[in-house]
T-cell receptor, first 113, second 113 residues
Framework: EPEVTQTPSHQVTQMGQEVILRCVPISNHLYFYWYRQILGQKVEFLVSFYNNEISEKSEIFDDQFSVERPDGSNFTLKIRSTKLEDSAMYFC???????????FGPGTRLLVL | AQSVAQPEDQVNVAEGNPLTVKCTYSVSGNPYLFWYVQYPNRGLQFLLKYITGDNLVKGSYGFEAEFNKSQTSFHLKKPSALVSDSALYFCAVRGGRSDKLIFGTGTRLQVFP
């Protein structure tokens, strides 16, 4: 069964550094999402992306964040200058557009020191 | 504003007994409701959803959930719990014109042998 994959599984970075988190969606999926889960807290929506444009973004998704689909397969989340409070598990999710279920990847655990 | 409440942080149940994990929601318009399960160090795995139709929906691993519009609830149930069902369960809602998922805070299910 096709799955959403994410790399890396873990990343440790210094505050102020840039990080890029990568997601490979299920092949026929057209809608892409990033969510994050700070340790011990609930899963929060960051951004949705369709047809090479951001569809919706949350208040969390400020100018330090960006998303793109550079090569038609990977879907990336970039944090330009990481802060301590960016430490979280980041989940990619994808959707076909013909049904309503978002399928999640295994997540990238980001630790900012 | 859209929201999801999972009133129990933890539910404990003996193996073989029925289990219920509670969820209530608030959303404008008709809700799309979902249950996801998260095993340790894993991503979010889709269990079941309610979009329209029968109020009782069946999902993976013997789980089911009942949509109750008057009580704005979508409780997750299983007739006979297994130790392997022990995990973190998230209720999520999608509503209005947005396709983002709003998650509850999660309920940890512990099934004792």
């Amino acid at each position: 069964e096709p799955e959403v994959t994410q790399t890396p599984s873990h990343q440790v970075t210094q505050m102020g550094q840039e990080v890029i988190l990568r997601c490979v969606p299920i092949s026929n999926h057209l809608y892409f999402y990033w969510y994050r889960q700070i340790l011990g807290q609930k899963v929060e929506f960051l951004v949705s992306f369709y047809n090479n444009e951001i569809s919706e973004k949350s208040e969390i998704f400020d100018d330090q964040f960006s998303v793109e689909r550079p090569d038609g397969s990977n879907f990336t989340l970039k944090i330009r200058s990481t802060k301590l409070e960016d430490s979280a598990m980041y989940f990619c999710a994808t959707l076909t557009g013909r049904e309503e279920t978002q399928y999640f990847g295994p997540g990238t655990r980001l630790l900012v020191l | 504003a859209q929201s999801v409440a999972q009133p129990e942080d933890q539910v404990n149940v003996a193996e073989g007994n029925p289990l219920t994990v509670k969820c209530t929601y608030s959303v404008s318009g008709n809700p799309y409701l979902f249950w996801y399960v998260q095993y340790p160090n894993r991503g979010l795995q889709f269990l079941l959803k309610y979009i329209t139709g029968d109020n009782l929906v069946k999902g993976s691993y013997g789980f089911e959930a009942e949509f109750n519009k008057s009580q704005t609830s979508f409780h997750l149930k299983k007739p006979s719990a297994l130790v392997s069902d022990s995990a973190l369960y998230f209720c999520a809602v999608r509503g209005g014109r947005s396709d983002k998922l709003i998650f509850g805070t999660g309920t940890r299910l512990q099934v004792f042998p």
